[in-house]
């Protein structure tokens, strides 16, 4: 089993910027695919982006290119989510996913019932 804690949610002024983090234990992420994901109230919980951990191939959510950036680093078995010029429209809680496997597609990667394991959520506010 693998499991995820998020964290480096808060409250932030639009336009700033938040790093989340997606710390995994239980297993080391080298055949894994990562996830994040959103959710804001009455909605969909949607795809925003994801990375393969071995190659580091990343693909977004075509509403969040070139604000969010998604990392991850090898030593901390942790993903990471750069927010920058923060809009209040982003505003969710945020979760990380993880599934097994080598070569998912890009659509595999959107679909959020692709993947096994889920964290509990951060909670992102941005204020106008």
């Known amino acids: 089993q693998v499991h995820l804690v998020e964290s480096g949610g808060g409250l932030v002024q639009a336009g700033g910027s938040l790093r989340l983090s997606c710390a995994a234990s239980?297993?080391?992420?080298?055949?894994?695919?990562m996830g994040w994901f959103r959710q804001a109230p009455g909605k969909e919980r949607d795809f925003i982006a994801a990375?393969?951990?071995?190659?580091?191939?990343?693909f977004y959510a075509d509403s969040v290119k070139g604000r969010l950036s998604i990392s991850r680093d090898y030593a901390k078995n942790t993903v990471y989510l750069q927010m920058n010029s923060l809009k209040p429209e982003d505003t969710a809680v945020y979760y990380c996913?993880?599934?097994?496997?080598?070569?998912?597609?890009?659509?595999?990667?959107?679909?959020?019932?692709?993947?096994?394991?889920w964290g509990q959520g951060t909670q992102v506010t941005v204020s106008s």
């Open positions: 990375i393969t951990w071995r190659d580091g191939r990343t």
């Open positions: 239980g297993r080391t992420l080298s055949s894994y695919s």
């Open positions: 996913a993880a599934v097994p496997g080598y070569g998912p597609s890009a659509d595999q990667l959107r679909l959020k019932s692709w993947y096994n394991y």
